[in-house]
């Protein structure tokens, strides 16, 4: 790879950083037809061999995108290539969006005093909450059934409301669900 096809790839996350309002998953399909299908960097099966190895990984969603990089950059031939490469795109994919939240969460809190920034945080609470229990309900709702699954809606329910209402940490209550299921006590 030259120089200006580094310089490409870079400019192509900088642009995916504006354009990923609900994050990166979003631009797979596009983040395929420039990188494998237009400059032929990644075979599909890289491609896809880098989503999956970053989701099931422990970390931030965003990880698929520095081994998208890194594979471009061992394709070079070059280990170092590969680190370059993944580094490359990764701030070229969190550069922009964390630079804007630096901004504007520097100028929320030098105007927090104004009406307009007061009810613009108390009005995003309730909209924040309910995606996020929009989110958890389709996850839940994928493949159970109200039957066989009762057992888990059940502790979803109480675990719900023991976050809600005690100042019981939410680790130990992940804890215990995992170890009822360690046990055989709750099963999917």
């Known amino acids: 790879m030259s120089m200006s096809d580094w310089f490409d790839l870079f400019r192509q996350y900088l642009y995916y950083s504006f354009v990923s309002i609900s994050g990166p998953l979003v631009l797979l399909p596009e983040m395929r037809n420039f990188l494998v299908n237009e400059h032929h960097w990644l075979t599909d099966a890289q491609f896809s061999a880098s989503i999956v190895l970053a989701q099931a990984a422990p970390g931030p969603n965003i990880l698929f995108v520095a081994l998208m990089g890194w594979n471009i950059g061992l394709n070079t031939g070059s280990?170092?290539?590969?680190?370059?490469?993944?580094?490359l795109c990764l701030v070229g994919m969190l550069l922009p969006s964390s630079a804007m939240v630096?901004?504007?969460?520097?100028?929320?809190?030098?105007n927090s005093h104004l009406l307009a920034i007061r009810a613009f945080k108390q009005g995003m609470g309730p909209v924040v909450i309910a995606l996020l229990i929009a989110s958890g309900y389709s996850l839940a709702t994928t493949n159970t059934s109200a039957q066989h699954d009762w057992p888990l809606w059940l502790v979803t329910a109480i675990s719900t409301i023991l976050v809600w209402r005690t100042k019981i940490p939410m680790l130990w209550l992940l804890a215990a669900g995992g170890v009822f299921g360690a046990l055989g006590i709750l099963h999917v």
């Open 79 to 87: 280990i170092f290539a590969a680190l370059g490469g993944g580094l």
């Open 102 to 110: 630096f901004v504007t969460a520097n100028w929320v809190q030098r």
